[in-house]
């Protein structure tokens, strides 16, 4: 999929202009039957929403009528298609590094009360921080947002026109 260029410019930050960019994954014409379970994460569609219930994908997944298809978040994990980046540096990393992993780890258990389909897709120690990937722009900007609530620091917000797509660049 080509995406478009990365700019900062205003207008690109508005949040209500941004929540109304299309999620390729997620589109209005992608409605799934129902029921249907997602086999990887076992994610109920119905109602035209995902949600999640253990107990009811269980009970489905034994019904032969049940459609089993990938849920969005778990395509884009497949595909490596983040649709948020966090880079978190600076010498603040080295000495707090499990403190800001679980920073990002409870900015998605929050994220997943909402909307099960924003998740992490990676959390990898990188020379000199952390590199962060995301299947949705608002969780990337959710853990911006923290880190620079709870740390200060310095956070650059990076947007891509057309889009949702995020680079959230933090350091201390
Ligand atoms: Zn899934």
Known sequence: MVRGPIGRE???????????????YISSKNHFPEPTVC????????????HKNDG???LLLNDKKTHKTK?????????NYPMGVVNISGDFVSEHFEELVNLVKAEERRAL??????????????????HVETTSESLALRIGR???KSYKGNTDFKFRYGDKYVIVDWAR
């Open 113 to 130: 009360e909402k909307n099960p389909l924003e998740r992490l897709m990676k959390v990898d120690k990188v020379d000199g921080g952390i």
């Open 39 to 50: 086999p990887t994460c076992k994610l109920v569609y119905a109602k035209q929403h995902w």
């Open 71 to 79: 849920c969005p978040a778990c395509r884009k994990i497949e595909d």
């Open 146 to 148: 923290m880190l620079s």
């Open 56 to 58: 009811e994908a269980t």
């Open 10 to 24: 205003k207008g690109v930050f508005y949040e209500q202009e941004r929540n109304r960019l299309p999620d390729p």
